[in-house]
């Protein structure tokens, strides 16, 4: 298996070529071409893991309910060729087996089923955050392929990082965090505008993104004209 | 103070290394992320009155951010809300009109406050602009979409 993203990172896509017995999986609806050897199997989790109480995890994460699985079915290779919902960026991830990823659920574009998909609740930070109820998290050896709002920005912590809640895709197991205020009272915080923020704090790799979606939006959402009925 | 736009031109986002005790002033919801050490302090810059005219008038948030390097040096990013590009510019004592909507972030020696532009600005970008004044660093961004274009099309300088 190998992935091609286009070039230029603004509104870019990733073309998976897959060999006989290889298979991949995405968000459902992520698809945007496929060649027609391809076989395209809808179901609520990767490698049978899933069922629809997994589904249902997902939809708590952000992300779709159901996922596709592509594969090849008359022995020669394939591709198909995926795009994210949002302009911006596209990377791929490699995730070893000693270390799995958490990401947020509307940055996950798709994996390679050799990767195991299952949702990581955060309980009431999830909640206060502002982001979503659950993480997805990806463990196993593979690639991952995660989106993003803009351009991806990945870097190194050892020590602590604050970011604010709109900007995070992904980052390791290693790393924890908890929801804290930006500024010094609670009152303040509300004021600065940030929200919450999530205090990174371990060793490990963290991946954001340049731009806010819900910051796009709430900028966005006056300007468009009113619904017609 | 040192700072690197990231993501450009498209995507920008500003991020700027502050020495220990530096200080830098940003629109509420602007920070992206941040060193642990950072410490904020949101104020109305220059009273009530002033943030609400900034508010009301020119399209900017009614408190400021402003973030202080704590006990060593610190990196923070701050990101508009849309794309685009982010434009730094000097001042040194002169005026700079900005966009409403146009303000990231400046470095503590700037004030920015809402200005008239009289009955001619109905016709032109609206009533009210941002006006920049002092000594240091402005960071604008093309925020404001109605009239999105690359920010130094949109910036000028008044005598």
Redesign the interface.
């Given at each position: 298996m190998h992935i091609d993203l286009s070039a230029g990172?603004?509104f870019a896509r990733a073309l998976v070529h897959l060999e006989p017995g290889e298979k991949f999986v995405s968000d459902a609806g992520a698809m945007i071409r496929a060649s027609s050897n391809i076989d395209i199997d809808v179901t609520t989790g990767s490698r049978g893991k899933g069922g629809i109480l997994g589904g249902i995890g997902r939809l708590l994460t952000g992300d779709t309910f159901f996922l596709s699985t592509y594969e090849v079915t008359d022995g020669r290779p394939g591709e198909v060729g995926l795009a994210p919902t949002h302009?911006?960026e596209v990377r791929e991830v490699n995730v070893s087996p000693d270390e799995a990823w958490l990401c947020a659920g509307g940055s996950f574009l798709g994996a390679a089923s050799t990767l195991t998909l299952d949702t990581r609740f955060q309980g009431l930070r999830g909640l206060l955050g502002g982001e979503s109820l659950a993480l997805l998290r990806v463990s196993g050896s593979g690639t991952l392929l995660v989106s993003a709002l803009?351009?991806l920005?990945s870097m190194e912590i050892d020590?602590?990082?604050?970011?604010?809640t709109g900007?995070l895709v992904a980052f390791t197991e290693g790393l924890s965090y908890k929801i804290d205020k930006?500024?010094?009272g609670w009152i303040?915080t509300w004021?600065?505008?940030?929200g919450f923020?999530m205090?990174f704090?371990g060793k490990g790799r963290i991946i954001?993104q340049?731009?806010?979606p819900t910051?796009?939006g709430?900028?966005?959402g006056p300007?468009l004209p009113e619904r017609q009925a | 103070m040192n700072h690197e736009i990231l993501c450009g031109p498209s995507f920008s986002v500003l991020e700027v290394t502050l020495a220990a005790g530096e200080r830098i002033v940003s629109e509420a919801g602007a920070m992206a992320w941040m060193d642990g050490n950072v410490k904020s302090e949101t104020t109305t810059r220059g009273g009530v009155l002033a943030g609400l005219k900034r508010a009301v008038f020119s399209g900017e948030t009614f408190f400021q951010n402003t973030y202080e390097a704590d006990g060593g040096p610190a990196r923070i990013a701050f990101a508009p809300g849309v794309s685009g590009e982010i434009v730094p510019w000097q001042l040194q004592g002169e005026d700079l009109l900005l966009q409403r909507g146009a303000y990231l972030a400046s470095t503590e020696g700037i004030r920015c406050e809402s200005r008239s532009e009289g009955l001619k600005g109905l016709f032109a970008q609206g009533l009210f602009v941002l006006r920049a004044t002092g000594t240091g660093t402005i960071f604008g961004d093309a925020e404001n979409f109605s009239t999105a274009c690359s920010m130094s099309t949109r910036l000028c300088i008044v005598v």
């Open positions: 990172g603004l302009m911006g803009g351009m920005t020590g602590e990082l604050i970011v604010d900007h930006v500024g010094g303040n004021l600065s505008g940030e923020v205090r704090t954001l340049s731009h806010n910051r796009f709430q900028m966005l300007l | -």
